[in-house]
């Protein structure tokens, strides 16, 4: 099984109403909620570890993993509310604001045991949930348990609006940057986190702490890799008409994660032992799904039919 561990809300995203005016049309979302979707539809065994409402919101939230496939047997049910998340587009690139007080996500605890880690290929973390400290602390806690048995995959997802002390959220990023096998995260994250530093420089520093693989993403520019063997591996991002960009990254993330599964190089020693050849179909093959859900309004990763044959041969190596 694949888990991804974090967010689950409800985006309300822009649209224009039959009478011209500007309207939002609720859409279930949460990155790491969609990662565990995006995995599902591609064919993984993929489950979802976090807090879930049992209000209106969260009985959307909890129909629309189980219609895509996410077992939900790790997920907290409670009467808390539901995240809800308002989005609007400036300059190409969602903004969000976020009311996230006392809700489900937030108040997810991780209990000791819950997760049988020996039969996890990989669990992934990241995003809002990190931004307060007692989430951070309850998903690094869950972390430290799987390290050794499962691969850790980490996006920071940074949501600066939510971040009241940069310094210390900086510090929790790079904690969990150290944990983790794999580290992604897009190009307007390392901006927020680093300003305009080296991507190359700091990969290899992360690699050099001990991750197997460090991907950057620039939207239309594609994606960039290090990886201590197969060194520095591009590829790029195919052509679409974009509808959106909400949820692109979790679209990539979750077929980075399933297609590693699917070549047998998901863990940690597999991982280490990739060649640039087959980095470069993982990462093709995640671009083209990121390619999908762009061309879609809101976050809709692909199903794996939508593909079509060519795609998952190509990222197998029979093309």
Not at 12 to 27: I, K, Q
Not at 83 to 94: D, I, K, M, W
Request: charged share 20%; proline share 3%; glycine share 10%.
């Amino acid at each position: 099984m694949l888990l991804s561990c974090g967010d689950a809300l409800v985006d309300f995203l822009p649209v224009t109403a039959v009478d011209g005016r500007d309207a939002l049309v609720p859409v279930v979302g949460g990155s790491c909620l969609n990662i565990a979707v995006g995995m599902a539809r591609l064919g993984a065994v993929a489950g979802f570890v976090g807090g879930i409402s049992t209000d209106l919101f969260g009985r959307m939230v909890a129909g629309h993993a189980e219609a895509s496939g996410v077992d939900l047997r790790f997920a907290t049910r409670s009467d808390h509310q539901t995240t809800l998340a308002f989005v609007r587009h400036v300059g190409g690139e969602p903004q969000y604001a976020f009311y996230d007080a006392h809700t489900a996500s937030r108040s997810w605890t991780y209990r000791h045991d819950a997760i049988p880690f020996g039969q996890i290929d990989a669990v992934h973390v990241g995003s809002t949930t990190l931004v307060d400290s007692t989430g951070a602390a309850e998903t690094l806690a869950m972390v430290r348990d799987a390290r050794g048995a499962a691969t850790v995959s980490f996006d920071p997802n940074c949501r600066p609006d939510l971040v009241k002390d940069k310094a210390r959220y900086l510090e929790r990023m790079e904690a969990f940057a150290a944990a983790a096998d794999i580290v992604r995260m897009s190009d307007v994250d390392f901006e927020f986190l680093y300003g305009d530093g080296d991507h190359a420089a700091k990969a290899k520093a992360l690699l050099a702490a001990g991750a197997g693989l460090v991907v950057v993403t620039r939207g239309s520019r594609g994606a960039q890799a290090w990886h201590k063997r197969a060194g520095t591996v591009d590829v790029a991002a195919p052509q679409v008409d974009v509808a959106d960009t909400v949820g692109a990254g979790d679209s990539f993330q979750a077929a980075l994660l399933f297609a590693l599964q699917a070549i047998g190089r998901i863990g940690p020693a597999s991982l280490a032992h990739a060649s640039a050849d087959e980095l470069r179909r993982v990462l093709s093959f995640a671009a083209t799904c990121a390619a999908f859900t762009c061309s879609r309004p809101g976050a809709d990763p692909p199903w794996r039919a939508e593909l079509g044959a060519d795609v998952l041969k190509g990222l197998l190596g029979q093309v």
